[in-house]
C-alpha cells in the first residue's frame, strides 16, 4: 500500500521489549523519509499473535524471536508459512531471574548476587536435588515461546548444571508483559525474558536476577526482523529500503550520546510503558541484581548495531535448528536444516546496504564458527574494518555450523524424545 506516489506503507508488529528499540526509532526519529517508507508500527501482547497477524497478511513485517521464523517456515508447532529473516533487530538482552523464596533457597549454596552462570546453575541445581528429596513438585519455569531463544538459552543453562529442562524442572509459555505478575502470583518461580521485566520484578521486590543471557553467550541473537517470503518476494524493493531505514535506526539506538533520549522514547505508554531508569538500565548494561543492590556492569548487555549486530549470520540459524533438535522440538533431517539455513538471508541484508552510503562494514562470509573468539577479532568485510569479539559460550563450547551433529554429540542433556543430528 502506498500513501502517495513515492510512500510506501509498511505495517510492522512489535512486542513492548526493549530491544523494540530499533522500530521504534525508526518510526519516531523519520528515518523512512528519505527512503519513500512510512512506518506504522503495532503494539502486540505476545509472540503468538506476532506469528498469527504475519500469518494472515494482517503486518508486512515484525520484530521476531529468531526462531520464530525457522519454526513458522518447517511447520513447526503451527501451521507452516514460510518466513524470512534477511536483518538482526539486536542481540542479547535478556536476563534470567527467580523468585525471593527460590533466591533465598539458592543462597544457601553460597550463591550471591553476582549475576554469574555457573555459580547460579550449580546452586539453583543443589535446590532442585534437596527438594526431590523432600518429596516436593517441581520448580516452574517461565519463558516466552518456546522457538525463542529464551527457551534455549535457559534449557542451554539449566544443562550446564546438570539440570534436565524436560525432566528436572518445568518450562511453560508466558508473554513479557504477564512474567512479573505470574511471579507475583506465585505461578512460576523464575523466568527468562527480556527487559525491562526482569528489572521491574526487582524494584518490585519480588524477583533476583541471577544471569543474563550475554553471560551465557556473548553477542548471540535475539530479535530479527521476520516476513513471510511471499512479502518479501512481491516487495523486494519496499525491503531493500526497510532494511536501509531499520540499519540508520540501529546506528542511532547504539550511539551512548542517545541513550537519554532513547529511554524516554521507550518509556512511553505507546512502546514499552514503565519508568525510563529500568529501560537505561538495559541500555546501560549496568543491571540492579537485587532491590537496594548496587549495579553491576555486564558488557554487551544488549546490542542494536555494533560488530556487524544486524548481520543475519546463516551460522546463528543453524545454532537455533540444532536446539529445536536438541530439545525434540524436531526431527534432524537434511532437507529441515536447509530450511532452517536458508531462512536468515545475508542476500537480501548486502543488497539491499551495498551501495547505501551508510557507514556499514558487510562481512565476507555467510556464517561463521561461533564462540570461538576469546577477544576483539579483524575479520573479513567489505571495507577492512571489521572487528567482532568476544562471542564465547560460558561453558567453553564452541558451534562449528558445519558440524552440528559433532556439536550435538558434545552434550549429555537432551530432550527424551530428542534425537541426533547424525
Known amino acids: 500500500p502506498r500513501l502517495g506516489d513515492d510512500v510506501r506503507i509498511v505495517r510492522a508488529g512489535f512486542i513492548p521489549l526493549v530491544d523494540c528499540a530499533v522500530l521504534a526509532v525508526a518510526a519516531e526519529k523519520g528515518f523512512g523519509l528519505d527512503e519513500g517508507i512510512d512506518l506504522q508500527l503495532v503494539r502486540e501482547t505476545s509472540w503468538a499473535n506476532i506469528r498469527d497477524r504475519i500469518n494472515l497478511g494482517h503486518l508486512d513485517c515484525a520484530q521476531m524471536l529468531a526462531g520464530m521464523p525457522l519454526a513458522s517456515s518447517l511447520g513447526i508447532g503451527h501451521v507452516e508459512v514460510p518466513m524470512t529473516a534477511p536483518f538482526m533487530l539486536g542481540l542479547n538482552g535478556n536476563a534470567i531471574t527467580v523468585s525471593k523464596p527460590l533466591y533465598e533457597a539458592m543462597s544457601k549454596f553460597g550463591f550471591r548476587d553476582q549475576l554469574d552462570p555457573k555459580a547460579s546453575g550449580l546452586a539453583l541445581k543443589q535446590v532442585i536435588e534437596d527438594r526431590k ?41 508466558i508473554p513479557p508483559p504477564l512474567m512479573v505478575e505470574s511471579l507475583q502470583a506465585g505461578h512460576i518461580d523464575g523466568f527468562c525474558v527480556g527487559e525491562p521485566w526482569n528489572s521491574l520484578a526487582v524494584d518490585a521486590g519480588i524477583g533476583h536476577i541471577v544471569t543474563s543471557t550475554s553471560q551465557i553467550w556473548h553477542m548471540g541473537p535475539e530479535k530479527v526482523l521476520g516476513a513471510r517470503v511471499a512479502w518479501a518476494d512481491e516487495n523486494p524493493e519496499t525491503l531493500g529500503a526497510l532494511l536501509r531505514v531499520l540499519f540508520r535506526a540501529a546506528q542511532w539506538s547504539d550511539d551512548p550520546d542517545n541513550r537519554d533520549e532513547l529511554a524516554d522514547m521507550l518509556a512511553s505508554p505507546a512502546y514499552v510503558g ?25 558488557p554487551d548487555f544488549i546490542v542494536f548495531n555494533r560488530q556487524a549486530a544486524n548481520f543475519p549470520w546463516v551460522s546463528q540459524a543453524v545454532w537455533i535448528y540444532t536446539q529445536m533438535v536438541r530439545w525434540g522440538q524436531t526431527k534432524a533431517s537434511p532437507d529441515a536444516q536447509a530450511i532452517a539455513r536458508g531462512c536468515f538471508r545475508p542476500d537480501i541484508y548486502r543488497d539491499a546496504l551495498r551501495s547505501s552510503g551508510l557507514p556499514v562494514s558487510l562481512p565476507t562470509t555467510n556464517a561463521k564458527v561461533e564462540g570461538s573468539l576469546r577477544g576483539e577479532t579483524s575479520v573479513g568485510s567489505s571495507d577492512g574494518r571489521l572487528t567482532l569479539g568476544p562471542n564465547q559460550f560460558f561453558d567453553g563450547h564452541i558451534f562449528d555450523p558445519d558440524d552440528a551433529a559433532g556439536y550435538l554429540d558434545g552434550f549429555q542433556f537432551h530432550s527424551s524424545n530428542g534425537i541426533s543430528l547424525d
Open 133 to 173: 528429596a523432600a518429596g516436593l513438585p517441581p520448580l516452574t519455569f517461565g519463558m516466552v515461546f518456546p522457538f525463542s531463544c529464551h527457551n534455549y538459552e535457559l534449557r542451554y543453562w539449566m544443562a550446564a548444571a546438570e539440570i534436565h529442562g524436560d525432566q528436572d524442572v518445568r518450562l511453560v509459555v
Open 274 to 298: 514503565v519508568d525510563r531508569a529500568l529501560i537505561l538500565r538495559a541500555l546501560s548494561g549496568d543491571l540492579v541484581a537485587a532491590k537496594g543492590a548496587v549495579p553491576q556492569h555486564v
